[in-house]
């Protein structure tokens, strides 16, 4: 569906600047928004390795498995179908990690494989169980510590303070996160009653 919208506005620009005369522009933007594309993507090599290779030596130096036995109340409450030791736990927590870390490009890979460690503990393979549905609330709401992709964009654009959005940003994905476990655990319970019914 996505595609489509694209399409349908690439069209309509391309159509609307033929019909003012100015097909020239079209190109012109054209060229110039994908050199800004590759030169952007450039700067954020640097600042997305720094992060994720934080990421893999704090896996690699025990720190993640620290956080999960930190987390692991507040995870089991969240996650009560899926039990402690069970890989998918472990990939629930790279995931929120990489959300506290504000690595949007690291969260999607990561999630995936918490996803299909959910898959297997769903008992009904054509819907989404309670818990791929609050890790997916929790994704979207991406609670933030340190906004890296954010600052990392800013930087790159030339901003003279990058990091001045931390502690918004840290305020709104607080709580845009509580929001979400509030909502999910109200939707969780309305299904659950109906479904009793």
Known sequence: MINLIWLFLLV??????????RIDVVTQSAISAAEGAVSLSLKLIGVMCLWLGMMKIAELAGIVKFIS??????LCFLFPSVPRNHPAMGAIIMTLSANLLGLGNAVTPLGIKAMQGLQQLNHKKDTAS??????????TAGFTLIPATIIAIRSAAGSVNPTEIVAPT????????????????????????RSRR
């Open 12 to 21: 309509i620009g391309i159509v609307y600047a033929g019909l003012q005369g």
């Open 69 to 74: 036995r930190l987390l692991s109340p507040l």
């Open 130 to 139: 309670d818990g791929m549905c609050t890790l997916l609330a929790l994704c």
């Open 170 to 193: 840290l305020i709104v994905s607080f709580m845009a996160t509580v929001s979400v476990i509030v909502a999910d655990r109200i939707c969780r319970m309305m299904y659950h009653v």
